[in-house]
């Protein structure tokens, strides 16, 4: 059994400070250290400035570079912080000073916009020419249509140019207005037929005596959007496209209506082509019919002329009221042979008379103006696939089968009453039996946990300031826990006997127990313990030992005693 002894601790043995237990740490261990202190006090301010960032929101985008310097200087006064997007395109700001920064900003009028309206005519300057005013004024105007037309969902940004000629009381003729409109589309977005008639709409009525027919739209492509006035000629316009798809879509909507409480919903499907003639004839005939048999005519001029001979014959006959009476006057019927002329009885020396008449019908004359109405319907080609009858066999289990001819043929009944068909006009209605597929569905796998976006919201939000606690987590855990455990241990000494203390102090082998030939007087307590030692340095060794020698001269002069005899024998 080792004997032990219980050493007294002295002001040389007392634990060091903490200064000098770190002074006494290897350089190695204590650039480990150091670094491992420095990457965790890193790692804890990361993260709370992560967790301290303000959420950003947008304030403004789309903006012009005037306007988005103008907002961030203002910004820059207000001490708002902000950040850039898009390139940017976007100003950023805290989430929960976006509307109070906005009011802000209102009340300083940004943003202003690239264009400018009928705010330039608050700024006239005094003295200002007729032709200076004017400018001014057609700027106001155009900015105010390029506001009004990037408002729609589907224009980015808009120019307007309007031609407005000077008006002058002394022109005879007047030059009219027009305008031009230069349209830059989003991504992916078209402009309907509707909303551009709306747009020349809305440019036509901004501008006094503007006609629609002189507003131009044009896209960023240089695509002419408005038609040319000459676009009929050329070929179907779009008013005449819309026409003949709404016409085919009213006779499909006849048949389903007609057909469906018949078949079911979803039994059948129908379409219609329509043959429409768009062209305009216009046709004019003169019909010439001559007088004839006892058909009346018209007079329309008549000229008479009569003429005398001189010299007339003097009165002869018994004077009185008889040869006094005028001549009766003459008269000839319109379509009668000519009557002889009366004229004066003639004596020795009379003379003749001599009468003209020139008269002139009226011919009958008819003209007819036939004009074609556009847009006639030609021909109609009508297909309707009907889906066959659900039936069961008595046991429960349905299935399908074909309808009878004398079925089919009465649903072409109903199809050809409902489209009005014309036989002479070349109409067809084709009306077949066939089972329709059931649609199958296609069902998409679904997309993995980290690729869908409610994962990918969270990993941005918290990936973050997970990742750092992490980190912080593993150099406190493997690389300052370790580093401090061995500076705390560096403290203690640790227990050993008297016999390991002796012989590592010596080189000398362990003390045997009973062999020593101590007297039982002079025998050490089993319950004495050596102080704990420092085992780092040699000389805390030896330095132990000498107060050992101090403390207990007779168990260290038995202990040599004993070593002697050893070697002695």
């Known amino acids: 059994m080792d ?71 203002q910004l820059a006064q207000l001490n708002v912080p902000y950040r850039h997007a898009d390139g940017g395109a976007a100003i950023l700001v805290p989430a929960d000073k976006v509307h109070d920064t906005r009011l802000k900003l209102a009340s300083s009028g940004l943003p202003k916009g690239s264009t400018v309206g009928f705010e330039l005519m608050d700024n006239a300057r005094f003295g200002i020419t007729q032709f200076q005013e004017r400018l001014t004024f057609q700027r106001g105007l155009e900015g105010e249509l390029t506001r009004s037309i990037e408002g729609l969902a589907a224009v980015s940004q808009a120019r307007v140019h309007l031609a407005l000629p000077s008006q002058n009381g002394f022109f005879r003729e007047q030059q009219k207005p027009s305008a031009s409109v230069l349209l830059k589309l989003h991504a992916g977005r078209s402009l309907e037929r509707a909303q551009i008639a709306g747009i020349v709409h809305l440019v036509s009525s901004s501008v006094s005596e503007l006609s629609p027919r002189a507003v131009s739209i044009v896209d960023q492509n240089g695509a002419l959007l408005t038609e040319a006035a000459d ?25 389903t209506d007609i057909l469906e409480p018949v078949l079911g919903r979803d039994n059948l499907r129908a379409q219609v082509t329509a043959d429409v003639d768009f062209s305009q004839t216009e046709s004019t005939s003169e019909q010439f019919r001559p007088n004839q048999g006892s058909e009346p005519a018209t007079v329309r001029s008549q000229q008479s002329s009569e003429s005398a001979q001189p010299g007339a014959a003097p009165a002869t006959g018994i004077p009185g009221a008889a040869s006094n009476q005028p001549p009766v006057p003459a008269s000839a019927p319109v379509n009668g042979p000519p009557q002889a002329l009366q004229a004066a009885a003639s004596g020795a020396g009379g003379g003749g008379a001599k009468r003209d008449t020139v008269t002139n019908f009226e011919v009958d004359k008819t003209v007819r103006v036939t004009r074609n109405a556009s847009g006639s319907i030609k021909r109609l080609s009508v297909a309707v696939v009907v889906n066959h009858r659900a039936v069961s066999d008595g046991q429960g289990k349905v299935g399908t ?52 976006p409610e994962v990918l919201e969270l990993a941005r939000q918290f990936g973050m300031p997970m990742l750092l606690t992490l980190l912080a987590l593993v150099i406190a855990l493997a690389v300052v826990r370790p580093a401090l455990r061995a500076f705390a241990g560096s403290a203690r000494p640790r227990a050993r006997t008297l016999d390991a203390v002796v012989g590592d102090a010596e080189g000398l082998p362990a003390l045997p127990g009973a062999a020593g030939g101590l007297a039982p007087t002079q025998a050490l307590p089993e319950a004495a313990k050596v102080a704990l030692l420092p085992a780092s340095a040699s000389a805390d060794r030896l330095d132990a030992v000498r107060e050992l020698a101090r403390a207990n001269p007779v168990a260290v002069a038995n202990i040599v005693r004993s070593w002697v005899s050893q070697e002695a024998s």
Do not use: C
Request: net charge positive; aromatic share 8%.
């Open 231 to 255: 676009a009929k000629a050329l070929g179907l316009d779009s008013s005449q496209l819309q026409y003949i798809a709404n016409l085919e879509a009213s006779y499909a909507r006849r048949i």
């Open 401 to 452: 089968a074909a309808l009878a001819p004398e079925e089919i043929e009465k649903l072409s009944a109903l199809v050809r009453e409902s489209i009005g068909f014309n036989a002479a006009r070349g109409d067809s209605v084709q009306v077949v039996n066939a089972a329709f597929r059931e649609a199958v569905s296609v069902e998409l796998p679904p997309l993995p946990l980290w690729q869908r």
């Open 3 to 73: 004997h032990v002894v219980n050493l007294p601790q002295s002001p040389a043995a007392a634990p060091p400070a903490y200064l000098e237990r770190l002074a006494a740490m290897p350089v190695r261990r204590k650039l480990w250290l150091g670094t491992a202190l420095t990457a965790l006090l890193a790692v804890l301010i990361s993260l709370f400035l992560w967790s301290s960032r303000p959420d950003y929101k947008v304030l403004y985008t789309n903006l012009s570079d005037k306007d988005g310097g103008a907002i961030i200087a």
